[in-house]
């Protein structure tokens, strides 16, 4: 049972304008959401972050949006830029106690130059 | 510098042998984490440890085996029973109410030959 899903397992976007990378979970029980950016043959690193009572949350060139009722988080990246092209994973967890994080499968960004 | 430290970084071993990844961590995180990585499939849960002496199943943990004797080292050791061991392996760190998840080491690719 997938909990959190990326529907787009690739996108490609031209460098400069906006990249925008979608989510959907279905446990209601979570109650915060991540983003990690991945290189080829490196570990995660952790990108943006959103607690289930706000809506968006900003750091820079990116922004994180969850609308709750749909179960839905996008993360878009203004503008995108060539360094961005990595596979971003958006993740769930529950930030009480000792927070086991559940992963999606991951999309691959391109940005064209 | 405080990080996490996988060891080999990649690693080959025969069908029917057993092999031990290293994750060793200066971070003075309670909880560590061992995920593995497949095209596709993002990353999925092998076993996590909360606390010394104590580690948990994942959501793949068949032929996988975890000791936790200390609390800045969680070796993996991939059995013989694990029929499709080749995949990347990715440990993590964290401590409670952290809002951004976890720490990753930088990965071991294992390849069965």
């Known amino acids: 049972d997938q909990q959190v899903k990326q529907n787009s397992p690739s996108l490609s976007v031209q460098e400069g304008r906006i990249s925008i990378l979608n989510c959907d979970y279905t446990n209601s029980m979570f109650d915060y959401f991540l983003w990690y950016k991945k290189y080829p043959a490196e570990g995660p690193t952790f990108l943006i972050s959103?607690?289930?009572?706000?809506d968006k949350n900003e750091d820079g060139r990116f922004t994180v949006f969850l609308n709750k009722s749909a179960k839905h988080l996008s993360l878009h990246i203004v503008p995108s830029q060539p360094g961005d092209s990595a596979v971003y994973f958006c993740a769930a967890m529950n930030s009480g106690g000792y927070q086991k994080v559940t992963f999606g499968t991951g999309t691959k960004l391109q940005v064209i130059p | 510098d405080g990080g996490i430290t996988q060891s080999p970084k990649y690693l080959f071993r025969k069908e029917g042998q057993n092999v031990t990844l290293s994750c060793e961590q200066n971070l003075n995180h309670d909880a560590m984490y061992w995920y593995r990585q497949d095209p596709g499939q993002g990353l999925r849960l092998i076993y996590y440890?909360?606390?010394?002496?104590?580690?948990q199943k994942g959501d793949i943990a068949e032929g996988y085996s975890v000791s936790r004797e200390k609390k800045e080292s969680f070796p993996l050791t991939v059995t013989s029973a694990q029929k499709n061991p080749t995949a990347f392996y990715l440990c993590a760190s964290s401590i409670p109410g952290v809002e951004y998840g976890y720490t990753f080491g930088s990965g071991t690719r294992l390849t069965v030959v």
């Open positions: 440890s909360q606390i010394v002496n104590d580690f």
């Open positions: 959103i607690s289930s009572i706000k």
